[in-house]
């Protein structure tokens, strides 16, 4: 098949997975520290067992209805979200850097984890099946689509973009783009905020600050709607940042849709 094949449903309290695996090179070990060090200053240790709001709103704008498109979700961490996708009946692909993250996406489900493909000569990879969802344990920086099975119809980008490094977002947006097909459209929830209002360490890990004019410099060949704003400082992670002297913090959810190039325009000049 297109992307790799989804296990059955059945349902087990699972452990770590075995190691299965030995990070290819110092960039991969990198990003993994670093989204360790993020998991230890944001994660609260609840279970995930609610879909995201703004998923759950536009989803149908999202997929335009259909229920046999392939979806992307980039560090997708232990979200109930590919679980929510996965039941509309879309095949869910997530990519991951924290093995331990998804060991308690299948613990917390109750889903059997079992190992896929073995890693890949073109990049540090393994793959899980974790129920109707398939999870690629990787650096996301390596992911392409011969690493991940082909290319995405759409994908959910709920503030991923955000806890990468400012000075890789450029990369982030390239990579993402190289997984989208042609007709690719990205569901992307970012937020907005005064950065310089809180100390710069609550900021190292992330969520960093994004605003309207970047997401359309990052994703040039898309068009750019705003679905909604609102104001996220009582919510989440953000609330931390709120309580250290942000003020307002303004999450907006964007919905990116790949512009066709125009006949005759040279490869160079595509996104």
């Known amino acids: 098949s297109r992307h790799a094949a989804a296990h059955g449903g059945s349902r087990a309290n699972v452990g770590p997975p075995a190691l299965c695996r030995v990070p290819a090179d110092a ?3 990198a990003m993994r520290q670093r989204m360790q060090r993020m998991l230890d200053l ?15 709103r536009y989803v149908e704008r999202l997929t335009e209805g259909a229920r046999s498109k392939s979806v992307l979700v980039p560090l997708c961490g232990k979200s109930f979200d590919l679980v ?8 869910v692909v997530g990519v991951e850097s924290s093995r331990r993250l998804i060991a308690k996406f299948a613990g917390e489900q109750s889903l059997d984890l079992s190992a896929g493909d073995a890693p890949s000569a073109d990049g540090d990879a393994a793959a899980w099946f974790a129920g109707p969802c398939t999870i690629f344990e990787c650096d996301w920086f390596d992911a392409s689509p011969t690493l991940l099975g082909g290319r995405f119809d759409v994908a959910f980008d709920s503030a991923a ?10 990369l982030y947006a390239e990579v993402l783009h190289g997984l989208m097909a ?3 459209r990205i ?4 937020a907005e ?4 209002s809180v100390d710069p360490g609550m900021l190292s890990m992330g969520p960093h600050s994004i605003g309207i004019g970047e997401v359309g410099e990052l994703f040039w060949g898309y068009s750019v709607e705003i679905l909604e704003e609102e104001d996220v400082s009582e919510l989440g992670v953000y609330r931390k940042l709120h309580e250290a002297g942000v003020g307002r913090i303004c999450q907006r959810t964007y ?3 790949r512009i066709p190039p125009v006949p005759g325009t040279p490869a160079c000049c595509r996104q």
């Open 27 to 29: 960039n991969s070990a």
């Open 42 to 56: 944001w994660d609260d240790n609840q279970p995930s067992d609610h879909v995201t709001p703004t998923l759950e």
């Open 84 to 91: 929510f996708l996965a039941d509309l009946g879309l095949q």
């Open 161 to 170: 973009l955000s806890v990468v490094d400012p000075s890789r977002r450029a």
């Open 182 to 184: 042609p007709t690719g």
């Open 187 to 190: 569901l992307l929830v970012a």
């Open 193 to 196: 905020f005064d950065e310089e």
């Open 255 to 257: 919905l990116l849709e």
